[in-house]
């Protein structure tokens, strides 16, 4: 393989990735400075992160693909990918091996793992690696309800972690929900039945994403509701709530949420991608077939 894989800084500014990134995965419809707001808010690390180079490393058309690598404060000491690929033309020559390699061993020396959000289907590659399992998870997508609500008006961001007495049901990274601009974010306040509840909200595009879901059960039901089903259905029940509020075809992304949920049960929410989480120690490479 006459690909050779370098670390990201070699580039200088890593947002000039974006052009392989978007030939990878495609533009869709995603706001013009995306691929910045992404490196910033999982906190990429040019030093960690990798790109396999065919040629002249100036020449954006000897760029083959990339695996992004941030340390987000939140999950040390492990190290977490933001995302990784391979252009169409490369793939089957051992460079997404090659890559996710070369990341184990660049993180081993401040960071105890490495973690990777696998899409479904890709856990066996990963696996070959030496990572396992942590566990599963979904995105789902719903539409607002209300067809007589004017332009949603998010809250104001409350903290990360609110206190004591809430359960946590679904979450991304603390990083990517704080380290959005004020103006994008905010944190619903949801009271049910049985309890209450917190979305942690932001703006993407046209769409609202619920980067995390804390529900806290009424006093007096709290024993009970700590259960994980009983938690389950007060989330459940906290974001049907938030729909009916939401204005009509306005996209809603509940993002990385458990893979077992009466939520993916609920027909108002349809799964759009589904993955795991794999995780491996720093510095293993394992021996296996290329």
């Known amino acids: 393989m006459s690909v050779r894989v370098e670390p990201l800084a070699v ?3 890593p947002v000039r990735l974006q052009p392989l990134a978007e030939r990878i995965f495609g533009k869709g419809d995603r706001r013009p400075d995306w691929f910045a707001r992404k490196l910033a808010r999982e906190h ?3 030093r960690l992160s990798r790109i396999a180079i065919d040629g002249d490393p100036d020449d954006p058309h000897a760029w083959r693909g990339y695996i992004l690598v941030g340390s987000p404060p939140s999950r040390h000491p492990a190290a977490r990918t933001a ?3 391979v252009v169409a033309d490369a793939r089957g020559r051992g460079l997404g091996r090659a890559l996710v ?4 061993a660049a993180v081993a020396a401040d960071h105890d793992a490495l973690e990777i959000l696998a899409e479904a289907g890709r856990e066996p590659f990963y696996e ?3 990572f396992t399992r942590v566990h599963a998870f979904a995105t789902l997508l719903a539409f607002g309800r209300n067809p007589d609500a004017s332009p949603l008006e ?3 961001p409350r903290p990360w972690d609110p206190g004591p007495g809430f359960h946590e049901r679904q979450a991304f990274l603390a990083e990517a929900w ?5 103006c994008e974010r905010g944190s619903v306040a949801i009271t049910t039945t049985h309890g209450d509840a917190i979305l942690h909200v932001c703006r993407e595009n046209r769409a609202l994403a619920i980067h995390r879901t804390l529900v806290a059960p009424h006093e007096g039901a709290a024993d009970v509701m700590a259960a994980p089903q009983m938690v389950d259905r007060l989330a459940r029940a906290a974001l049907d709530a938030w729909l009916a509020r939401v204005p009509t075809a306005t996209p809603v992304v509940l993002v990385t949420a458990p893979r077992v949920s009466s939520i993916t ?3 108002m929410w349809v799964v759009v991608q589904r993955g795991t989480l794999v995780r491996a120690r720093a510095g293993q490479v394992k021996d296996g077939p290329r």
């Open 178 to 182: 704080e380290g959005t601009p004020a």
């Open 11 to 13: 580039l200088g500014d």
């Open 154 to 156: 998010l809250p104001p």
């Open 265 to 267: 049960e609920d027909g």
């Open 128 to 130: 070959r690696l030496g």
């Open 44 to 46: 990429v690390d040019p």
């Open 83 to 85: 995302g990784t690929g």
């Open 101 to 104: 390699e070369s990341a184990l």
